[in-house]
């Protein structure tokens, strides 16, 4: 067969986390029989990190135990605790920060995200001071929870921010959320959802702040976290803080590299391979996850970057195909975006790009009722949808992005809502005024449109 | 065991619920909530949940092993 080399060879994965590990089994399955090393800097073996905001604060589940299952062993060679700190295109190695290096005949850069961190590090070196990422972040979390803090503040009204609000008012503790933005989730789900993200927050009794910034964290002189001094004057007694402000892509130790790695990821084509610098595509060099950032034709091929679980699993798969497979038998990355978020007793779920629209209506049940289907048009085409309490309709809508469907969408639902043909505006805002990224950016452009990634607030 | 539920795909039919009550929890309508440590005693009823799920969302396995080389 011709190709059959490629499944033959030694594959570096370096990222050992969600996209990392269901690569290396995908690469397993497509045949490779060559030998496989993951390197992954955190000193654990890949676990789930969407239970470590729900599970996990809620006590429900501890930290060191959302393990990832494996779907079957890769029967790989796993470096963790090492840090990749450099790859040689030309030599194809991968330099590791214990001294050695790992040759590669091709390689996959799952590396991902980390916490942006509270920019004056003195304030975030406070004790009490948080930000949410890993299974530590998690565990130290979780014990502060437990222990029955006074006060807790959140900073950023993102889909992490909400979530950890909700699980604190669950446990009965009080919580101040400060967005810089007009409303939570606004940069991800637009202006009509927000509201309802507003509502639910302030129902369940969260302190929700809105149009303000946090200036300061103060300590206590002992180093211990006591408050924060918000932009209007305000000022918050809390005992924890947890900063949510998104997350920075794991692209520094490819500084030197020559691949097309930036603040939004490494930039890919529809197939994982990564670009060069100069925009030339790399054939031994593939990407999947939150360090991606590829394009989609369904959303005019702008460059997507998303921090969602489903895209990690499907572009890792994906990757693994194309790594073992020649030219003509490779595919393309085309999974629609979906996500989910669950944060004060509803089920949110997306599918599409909300924040690549012009105009939504509600297509199905209300804002009233807490249960809806809010469908997202671009220039009279679907192109996303998001559900609350409302998973089983999201296939239909999934069904309308993929073929491009008229929006308003056509009456197909039975419970249609009364006002479905009315469109209103979206009303994403600028991510510039936002504490908390969106969690699908378009970093490409659009004539009439400026969206890209948030940048550094503070 | 460790279980993963893949949530883009779960459409909350609660079957796992019923099948496996003490790993798997509604909150809410409609979202899952589930224990991410499978003890050994409800391992089978995962199996039977996971078998039994319309969309196929459940993932039960080993997690790579601390000391993999
Ligand atoms: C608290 C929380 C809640 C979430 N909830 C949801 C949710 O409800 N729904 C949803 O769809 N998504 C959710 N997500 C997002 C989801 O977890 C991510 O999309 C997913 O983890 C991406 O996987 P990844 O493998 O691409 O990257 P990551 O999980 O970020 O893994 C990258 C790994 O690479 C390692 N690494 C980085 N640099 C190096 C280096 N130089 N050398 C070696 N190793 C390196 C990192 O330490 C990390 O272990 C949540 C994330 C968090 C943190
Ligand atoms: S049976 Fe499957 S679809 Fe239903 S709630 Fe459980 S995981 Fe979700």
Redesign the pocket.
Known sequence: MPGDDLKDGRIVI???????LRGAEALREEGFTGSLTV????PYPPYD??P??KQVLLGQAPADTTGLPMRRDPDADWRLGV??TGVDPLGKRVVLDDGESLPFDRLLI????RARPWPNPEEAALDGVFT??TRDDAGGLAKRLAAGPERVLVIGGGF?GSEIASACRERGLEVTVAERGPAPLVGALGGTLSKLAAVMQRNHGVDLRCGVTVTALRGDGNGRFTGADLSDGGRIDADVCVVALGAVR?VE?LAESGLAAGPRGIACDAGCRAFNMYGIVTDDVFVA???SRFPHPLFGYQMLSL????N?VAQAEVAAHNMVSPGPLRRPHLTLPT???TQFGLNIKSVGVPTFSDHVVIAQGSLEARRLAMVYGYQGRVTAAVTVDMAKSLDYYRHLIEAAAPFPPPPGAADRAIAADIAIPSDVPDPKGLSHGPTVALTGYLPDRRLTVVQPTG | MRTVVDL?RCQGYAQCVFLAPAVFQLHGEEGLLYATAVPDDQVERVRQAAAACPVQAILLGEEVSAGAR
């Open positions: 370096v990222g050992a986390s969600l996209a990392g390197v992954g800097d955190e990190r969407p470590l905001s840090r990749a799952t590396t991902g995200t949410l990422r992490t794991n130790w996850g939150d360090v921090e969602h679980w489903g990690a996500f989910w978020s | 883009t």
